[in-house]
């Protein structure tokens, strides 16, 4: 039908004409409540951005001298976070003479790293960088 013939019609029937496949040979026009339609469809974004979770990184700093009391705080912590679907950063600084003792640090990554084996997984295994040594842990996606 003509283009004229399809504007009478919405306008007889108080809706719009709206084109659906303009580049189509004819274009394909539907006569709708634009503003309905409009509605909705914010409406179903809105929805989907409230259900949409978004990852954090949470930080756990150990140090090189940490107790056990202290180690299976912080061990808890993490699996509070993981269970909330976050990554979690772990870090030990060095300080002074702590430096040249970076295998204990290594050793204590390690551990912690064993401790969440059943919730998470290493992303990044543990790099000395600088005064700093640092790993990445991410939960399982297991749900």
């Given at each position: 039908?003509?283009?004229?013939?399809?504007?009478?019609?919405?306008?007889?029937?108080?809706?719009?004409?709206?084109?659906?496949?303009?580049?189509?040979?004819?274009?394909?026009?539907?006569?709708?409540?634009?503003?309905?339609?409009?509605?909705e469809?914010?409406?179903?974004?809105k929805?989907?951005?409230?259900?949409?979770?978004?990852?954090?990184?949470?930080?756990?700093?150990?140090?090189?001298?940490?107790?056990?009391?202290?180690?299976?705080?912080?061990?808890?912590?993490?699996?509070?976070?993981?269970?909330?679907?976050?990554?979690?950063?772990?870090?030990i600084?060095?300080?002074?003479r702590?430096?040249?003792?970076?295998?204990?640090?290594?050793?204590?990554?390690?551990?912690?790293?064993?401790?969440?084996?059943?919730?998470a997984?290493?992303?990044?295994?543990?790099?000395?960088?600088?005064?700093?040594?640092?790993?990445?842990?991410?939960?399982?996606?297991?749900?």
């Amino acid at each position: 039908m003509s283009a004229s013939q399809a504007l009478d019609i919405a306008a007889e029937k108080n809706l719009d004409l709206v084109k659906i496949a303009p580049q189509a040979t004819p274009p394909v026009c539907k006569i709708m409540d634009y503003g309905k339609y409009r509605f909705e469809q914010a409406k179903r974004e809105k929805e989907a951005r409230k259900n949409q979770h978004t990852v954090d990184i949470k930080e756990i700093k150990l140090s090189l001298n940490i107790d056990t009391h202290d180690f299976n705080t912080k061990l808890r912590n993490a699996q509070k976070f993981f269970a909330h679907g976050d990554k979690v950063k772990v870090s030990i600084r060095f300080r002074g003479r702590e430096m040249g003792h970076a295998e204990y640090g290594y050793d204590i990554m390690q551990k912690f790293a064993e401790a969440c084996q059943e919730v998470a997984n290493i992303e990044k295994p543990a790099k000395l960088e600088g005064r700093q040594m640092l790993m990445f842990l991410a939960p399982k996606s297991g749900k």
